[in-house]
């Protein structure tokens, strides 16, 4: 059974940078084609997709995001990682890392989310 | 503001049926599979429905999905206290370039 596993810091200081690991069980990271996602949700609020990365090390990240993100893979760890820069409270938010069924998107593996705040 | 646009709450009484809509335009929408997740009250997402239709082993079919044109519609039948949830529909943008979400739906079941 596929398991996905953030991990993290869960206070992070305005303008450092906050960096997050997801760490996948059960199965192999190279073993399939999708691209492995960071979605994020603030609290109260909606979804919001930050990036994504196959195996490959191929990457898509969302526009408004990403001159702040920077997502890389480690397939002998099993893990895929999230760093984003020059964080502000707009910042905090329930971080996850998912899998998608398809391509890129319809993501139907979830970790659990891991709560990241930004404050001094 | 979300590229996809979804009405911020429905409701109705159990056992009946409800729809969500979720807007979008040519380079989302009208060009992409739409899928669907739920989201229970401090719970990660799951998902319901992915390419417009198909629902993932385990998701009862009290739960439909279709597109038409730049839209896309989520319905749910036979309405139980424990769908009170919220929900996303997503696809990929082709302009953007990026997953979008739309800004999520809640559901109460009255």
């Known amino acids: 059974q596929l398991q996905l596993q953030e991990s993290g810091p869960g206070l992070v200081k305005p303008s450092e940078t906050l960096s997050l690991t997801c760490t996948v069980s059960?199965?192999?990271?190279?073993?399939?084609?999708?691209?492995w996602g960071w979605i994020r949700q603030p609290p109260g609020k909606g979804l919001e997709w930050i990036a994504s990365?196959?195996?490959?090390?191929?990457?898509y990240q969302n526009p408004s995001l990403q001159s702040r993100v920077t997502i890389s893979v480690d397939t002998s760890r099993n893990q895929f990682s999230l760093k984003l820069s020059s964080v502000t409270a707009a910042d905090t938010a329930v971080y996850y890392c998912?899998?998608?069924?398809?391509?890129?998107?319809?993501?139907?593996?979830w970790g659990q989310g891991t709560m990241v705040t930004v404050s001094s | 503001q979300s590229v996809l646009t979804q009405p911020p709450s429905v409701s109705a009484a159990p056992g009946q049926k409800v729809t969500i809509s979720c807007s979008g335009s040519?380079?989302?929408?009208?060009?992409?599979?739409v899928s669907w997740f739920q989201q229970l009250p401090g719970k990660a997402p799951k998902l319901l429905i992915y390419?417009?239709?198909k629902r993932p082993s385990g998701i009862p079919d009290r739960f439909s999905g279709s597109k038409s044109g730049t839209s896309a519609t989520l319905g749910i039948t036979g309405l139980q206290t424990g769908d009170e949830a919220d929900y996303y529909c997503?696809?990929?943008?082709?302009?953007?370039?990026?997953?979008?979400f739309g800004g999520g739906t809640n559901l109460t079941v009255l």
């Open positions: 998912a899998r998608p069924r398809g391509i890129i998107d319809a993501f139907d593996m």
């Open positions: 059960g199965g192999s990271i190279s073993g399939s084609s999708p691209y």
């Open positions: 990365i196959h195996y490959s090390a191929s990457t």
């Open positions: 040519s380079p989302n929408i009208g060009n992409s599979y």
């Open positions: 390419e417009n239709t």
């Open positions: 997503a696809t990929w943008d082709s302009s953007l370039i990026a997953v979008v």
